[in-house]
């Protein structure tokens, strides 16, 4: 039979090398015969796949949208009033156009390298400033990964500093209010456990704190809709120093007195309905918002104000020292990727629409509620709230309450359905027509009609004590930009001063900055996908469901498990879970006790940080010179805590860069000393369809799909990491308080949504079904062959620190810089290397002084040999220093980047032309990138450290 198909192949897409006379070049000068002899040479044969992945053969890209449409016409889009912290919103179209949907702004990475980051950075610090104006607290981050991990932030927070100074944590008790929504309790009490935290849940009304109570946990307004200050309440836990943890809805905050004004030590919340579609869960950016006192340990990264070389403000991220990176398993937090791109899109909602946008937005909802509760009440149903912002709680028997249900769901309505109650929370997307629906329903319920008039300005009905009186966003962002030409241009200017993937490669060993497809990206805005609401019944998200089945099905073929839970919201959380999947294994074979993770020193700071969350204590082994695991020392201290051992946390291949020969042996000595293997999988784009985790001898492995599996860094965030388990821990996966997820014996929830971040799980997706089988493996292949090719261009010039037994690195390598230290350091070169139009390389990770490069699969020839080039000339501008040709202190590495303002100054004082400072290579003439400050001061910004937008009077002074 004859089939006809595409000629048109995503994988000559995603993969860079294509023709066959570029691999010839490329084999060529890395030294081998053929790709295949290179793969033999750098993945041991004792950890090889044989056979293929048993994958469909991939579709092309029209194919693939084609077939999504019809999985997305099975998700049946209702409206949705079920609230719980997801809520309608409408995205303004020119935010969705230029900035969610704009490779721009979604490809970049995380703005670490503040010179050419200065939009995203202005951009955060805009939702900073949103944020702390609105709950009224000075501190705010930049983003957490959804409401109910903020909250259990804060408790992990709070508990540190209330047993400062106990050796005994003897503060050990939190109180949640029983009106915290469910699935943030459900977080709080999975995170409380490992920690020796007694959770206790109740009535704020009648709770009596103990002698070891550390913190309370309010919700504002509650889940019922109750829409009232808990100030006696909140009063007397001030008086006996307990934390106060306030979950709040920040667009309530427009109207209700802030919780900072009323004594909350922390504000923590979603920024979803500030235009962030719902997807089935997300992402959305949470927000942590806290006293001054706590800059030091609020969870997450800060963006704070600093300056430049010449004096002019600059911004950049604070605060650094407090982050896992640095402070391992002493971090109060393992959170890494969190949620910029969302936390961006909420920030310039709040720029587009201004406060007086938002308070209107929010006074519409709020007289929309009132109108619907009178007209219900006149209908007859008793309301359970007499306060709220947004949301009714309707008293109501079971038998009436199922009618209700039928007669909504036959009109493609949800609401939220109690043991006898039912809740309708209104949102920014409720007109008329769309109330007049929730109307006819209840009417037909009562057998009487109701009136359908919407007087809304007649509506006044906060009380005044709820009511906010003070002014907040008066910051000229918020009320500049608030035309669509205006919008337009000021989320372009900010786009320019920033570089992605739009401009080049991004070479973050790590990170694995590889093509983030439109193809894939596209469905992600279709509304069968974007407004859905995370808890909608099963029944009406048949789409999602077969996606994620199949997506979980893909991801076990391709790490050779047997489960998987798509529920972490980034790799840091997929430790986390991972590691309780092993704990609880551990707990139902009666060995509580197995408490010991051992972690290379090599690891990332997020592995150390997550077991500590996870309730473990922490041992380093070594790695020997070769940067592999020393195994002697893993033996050793495997046997010195065989009766405690839980795991081993292990990177592969290593981040060194190196597939070691042994891990093999490594996995089966923690077998055979009761231990379980965690696979960090960030370095997964080396190992697909070559060898694989299970194979490997790991029982458990997350995925950072925002690494491998094209999910874009969004500057940030969004990410994923599920976890994919063995037989032995699949009944350990996490559940869900309102979906049936998760295994038997699985903890509560780690996230806020049952599968995370879902909508962006479409990617991923999508990147499967598109390159099928044949072309993931490709993708490997190559990514192993575009390191390498780079290894082969630099040495002789730069030394690659460590490489595999036959001298091929893995699919990143680490350049060693310190050979060069009494001339340049690390980050001269990176600072040089935005001159040349690129971004740096991992800097100083896993080894200080030096960078690690990772090209990825999706970049070709011409392009790594700009990258190349690069380098290279650079290495001979550190040779002129070292010759003495040039000033040691004074040169084009010392003073990079060198911005635009810089070279076009009527002024030139430094000791070489500007062409040399700003064109060292002739392709840059045809594709400058300026970065928009020179470099950043560091320590200034530490020192001083501001966190919201500088006041009116700095714009004037400059
Ligand atoms: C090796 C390694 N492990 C863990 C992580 C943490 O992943 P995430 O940032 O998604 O939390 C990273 C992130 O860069 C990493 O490189």
């Known amino acids: 039979m004859s089939v006809i198909k595409s000629t048109d192949k995503f994988v ?11 691999l010839q070049q490329m084999l060529d000068t890395i030294g081998v015969n053929s790709l295949d002899q290179l793969i033999d040479e750098t993945v041991p044969a004792n950890i090889r796949l044989e056979g293929s992945l048993d994958l469909p053969e991939g579709q092309s890209e029209f194919e693939y949208l084609q077939k999504l449409k019809q999985l997305a016409s099975k998700n049946k889009v209702y409206d949705s009033y079920i609230g719980m ?183 923590v919340g979603n920024t979803q309905r500030f235009g962030v579609p719902m997807g089935f869960g997300g992402p959305h950016a949470a927000y942590f918002a806290t006293e001054e006192k706590y800059k030091r340990v609020i969870p997450g990264r800060i963006i704070g104000v600093s300056k430049d070389k010449d004096g002019n403000k600059a911004l950049r991220m604070a605060l650094q020292t407090r982050e896992q990176h640095i ?72 038998s009436t309450l199922e009618k209700v249900r039928h007669l909504a769901e036959e009109r493609g309505i949800n609401f939220f359905y109690g043991a006898s109650e039912i809740r309708i929370s209104v949102d920014e997307t409720c ?68 570089l992605s993937l739009t401009h080049s490669m991004i070479s973050l060993g790590s990170c694995t900055m590889k093509l983030n497809a439109a193809s894939e990206m596209i469905p992600v805005s279709w509304p069968e996908f974007s407004t859905i609401h995370p808890f909608a019944p099963k029944d009406q998200v048949t789409g999602y469901h077969l996606i994620i089945d199949e997506l979980s099905k893909a991801l076990c073929e391709i790490t050779g498990f047997t489960d998987c839970s798509l529920q ?57 010179e070769r940067g592999n695991i020393d195994v002697e020392d893993l033996k050793a201290k495997a046997d010195e805590h065989k009766e405690n051992l839980s795991a081993l946390m292990v990177t592969y291949p290593s981040t060194h860069g190196v597939f070691e020969t042994s891990i093999r042996e490594i996995c089966d000595y923690i077998h055979a000393s009761g231990g379980m293997v965690y696979m960090d999988g960030a370095n997964m784009n080396a190992q697909v369809g070559l060898t694989n985790p299970a194979l490997i001898g790991a029982d458990v492995c997350h995925l950072n799909l925002h690494k491998t599996f094209a999910i874009p860094h969004g500057g940030g965030g969004p990410g994923m990491g599920p976890i994919c388990v063995n037989d032995h821990l699949a009944p350990f996966l996490p559940k869900h308080v309102f979906i049936e997820t998760g295994g038997e014996q699985g903890t509560s929830a780690v996230s806020a949504a049952p599968f995370g971040s879902a909508s962006i799980l479409l990617i991923s997706y999508g990147y499967i079904k598109m390159l099928g ?19 082969a261009r630099l040495e002789g010039e730069y030394s690659v620190l460590y490489t595999g037994d036959n001298g091929r690195a893995a699919h990143e390598m680490i350049i060693d810089l310190r050979p060069f230290k009494a001339f340049v350091s690390a980050e001269d070169v990176a600072k040089r290397l935005m001159d040349y139009g690129f971004h740096a390389p991992t800097l100083s990770f896993p080894v200080a002084g030096t960078i690690m490069i990772e090209p990825t699969e999706s970049e070709d020839l011409a392009e790594l040999d700009r990258f190349c080039d690069a380098f290279l000339q650079i290495k001979s501008e550190i040779d002129e220093i070292a010759r003495g040709d040039v000033d040691g202190q004074d040169n084009v590495l010392a003073n990079a980047p060198h911005c635009l303002s810089l070279v076009t100054a009527d002024e030139w004082n430094q000791p070489y032309s500007r062409s040399k400072a700003a064109y060292p290579l002739d392709y840059i003439r045809a594709q400058k990138f300026w970065p928009t400050i020179r470099r950043v001061d560091n320590a200034q910004g530490d020192r001083n450290l501001i966190c919201t937008c500088p006041p009116l009077e700095s714009y004037m002074e400059e």
Not at 171 to 183: L, P
Not at 200 to 213: I, S, W
Not at 607 to 614: G, L, T
Not at 773 to 791: C, E, P, R, S, W
């Open 12 to 22: 000559h897409r995603h993969n860079g090398i294509n023709k066959a006379e570029d």
């Open 85 to 267: 912290g997801y809520y309608g919103t409408i995205t303004p179209a020119p935010i969705l156009r230029n900035l969610f949907e704009n490779p721009g702004w979604y490809t970049q990475y995380t703005p670490y390298q503040a010179e050419i980051a200065q939009g995203r950075l202005e951009s955060l610090l805009n939702f900073q400033t949103m944020v702390s104006d609105l709950t009224g607290l000075p501190i705010a981050n930049a983003s957490l990964l959804d409401e109910g991990t903020a909250a259990a932030e804060a408790m992990s927070m709070f508990y540190g500093q209330k047993n400062k100074r106990s050796k005994t944590n003897e503060f050990n008790e939190i109180f949640v209010d029983s009106n915290v929504f469910d699935q943030t309790l459900d977080i709080i009490m999975t995170r409380a456990i490992p920690l020796g935290i007694n959770v206790v849940v109740g009535d704020m009304d009648t709770y009596q704190a103990t002698e070891h109570t550390f913190a309370v946990v309010v919700q504002y307004p509650g889940k019922d809709g109750k829409a009232e200050v808990p100030m006696d309440f909140v009063s007397a836990m001030r008086e006996k120093n307990i934390f106060v943890v306030a979950c709040a809805d920040l667009l309530s905050l427009t109207l209700l007195k802030e919780p900072g004004a009323w004594g909350a030590n922390a504000v």
């Open 327 to 398: 402070r391992r398993e002493k971090a109060t937090s393992n959170i890494c990727t969190a949620q910029a791109l969302l936390a961006n899109m909420a920030a310039m909602y709040g720029v587009y629409h201004g406060p007086e946008g938002l308070k209107a937005i929010a006074n519409r909802i709020h007289a929309t509620t009132v109108l619907l509760g009178n007209k219900l009440t006149t209908l007859g149903f008793e309301l359970n709230n007499r306060t709220f912002f947004d949301t009714l709680s309707l008293n109501i028997d079971t």
């Open 431 to 498: 007109f008329e027509d769309r109330m007049s629906r929730v109307l006819d329903v209840f009417e037909q319920i009562a057998n009487k009609s109701v009136d359908r008039v919407w007087d809304l300005e007649s509506v006044d009905a906060i009380p005044a004590d709820t009511k906010r009186t003070s002014d907040y966003m008066l910051h000229p962002v918020f009320n500049s930009y608030h035309t669509e030409s205006g919008i337009m241009r000021y989320l372009k200017t900010l786009e320019n001063r920033d």
């Open 568 to 624: 972490p919201n980034s790799g840091a959380q997929g430790e986390y879970t991972g590691l309780m999947a092993i704990r609880q294994y551990h707990i139902s074979r009666g060995e509580a006790h197995r408490n010991v993770a051992i972690i290379p020193s090599s690891a990332h700071g997020t592995n150390p940080a997550s077991a500590v969350m996870a309730g473990m204590k922490v041992v380093v082994v070594a790695c020997d």
């Open 773 to 791: 089988a044949q072309g993931l493996v490709d993708a490997t292949k190559i990514a192993i062959l575009n390191a390498n090719y780079i290894k």
